[in-house]
């Protein structure tokens, strides 16, 4: 004899208020990530600056455009601004991760490369400086940054990088390439660790450009065969503005299909005529 309990479907009320259910969940969890995405791009609107510096035969401008999809914001930055002894410090970076903490900790690299920066006349000094502070605050999260230093009467820029993509520059006659500045691990890994430092002197007509690696690498498309593409675009237009170029960077990450934040931070120099003697 079946002793099982019989089959009862469910009444219409039953599944009307089960789906009613499952629509004020689903209701509920959109709504708290669109408030998680509204945050996130409000952290990252705050936190990059809504200017960047510039003097006579140099002109600057940046780029940056988030990630494709849902809460994917918040992981690049860029920065710029005078030092009391009128050199002008320029900064661009890359935190793991694209979401709310990732902004967050993005604003506390900015601010603290802004202190130590007024402190420390040594990019490589800047860079070990903020990679300790970030340790000691036991940061689970790592980033990846270039700052650079330059001096508008000699035109010298100092770099340091940490783990980051390389630069690239390119000048007026023809020249053009991707800089091999030694470099140290990204911030976050190790406490202690040394930052060298190159110098090169922005002294012809030419850019140099500093980019994140969401410009020049994606799901197949590699890092150097991306790199290579900038240097050619650069050299190509290495005569136009600044806010152009900086346009025609970015919009060159669309090939490689990525899923990243990108950035861009163009220096577009000129040479500035011997004064008179």
């Known amino acids: 004899m079946n002793r099982r309990h019989p089959f009862r479907s469910a009444s219409s009320d039953e599944l009307l208020t089960t789906l009613q259910d499952l629509t004020s969940r689903a209701r509920r969890e959109v709504e708290l990530h669109q408030a998680q995405v509204e945050l996130a791009e409000a952290l990252q609107r705050e936190m990059l600056p809504p200017a960047l510096p510039s003097l006579p ?6 780029r940056y455009t988030p990630a494709r999809n849902g809460l994917d914001i918040g992981g690049d930055w860029y920065d710029g601004f005078v030092l009391p002894d009128g050199s002008l410090a320029f900064a661009i970076g890359d935190v793991q991760g694209h979401d709310v903490e990732a902004a967050a900790f993005m604003g506390q690299i900015r601010i603290a490369m802004r202190a130590l920066a007024v402190a420390a006349a040594d990019p490589g000094e800047v860079v070990r400086r903020t990679n300790d502070l970030l340790l000691a605050a036991d940061s689970s ?5 270039t700052f650079v230093r330059l001096d508008p009467g000699t035109r010298e820029l100092q770099s340091a990088r940490a783990g980051h993509v390389a630069s690239v520059w390119a000048t007026a006659d023809g020249r053009g390439g991707v800089t091999d500045d030694e470099g140290g691990l990204p911030l976050g890994v190790q406490p202690g660790e040394e930052y060298p ?5 922005l002294a012809s007509d030419g ?9 020049v690498e994606g799901p197949a498309y590699p890092l150097d065969e991306g790199l290579d593409e900038v240097v050619e675009l650069v050299r190509a237009r290495v005569g136009e503005d600044a806010d152009v170029l900086a346009d ?9 299909g990525h899923e990243d934040d990108a950035a861009v931070l163009v220096l577009r120099h000129e040479a500035v005529a011997a004064a008179p003697g």
């Open 197 to 201: 430092v190159t110098t090169r002197r």
């Open 248 to 256: 025609a960077v970015l919009g060159s990450a669309e090939r490689t």
């Open 207 to 215: 850019a140099f450009v500093l980019l994140t690696d969401g410009v």
């Open 57 to 62: 035969g140099l002109r600057t401008a940046a």
């Open 141 to 145: 999260l790592l980033a990846t940054c």
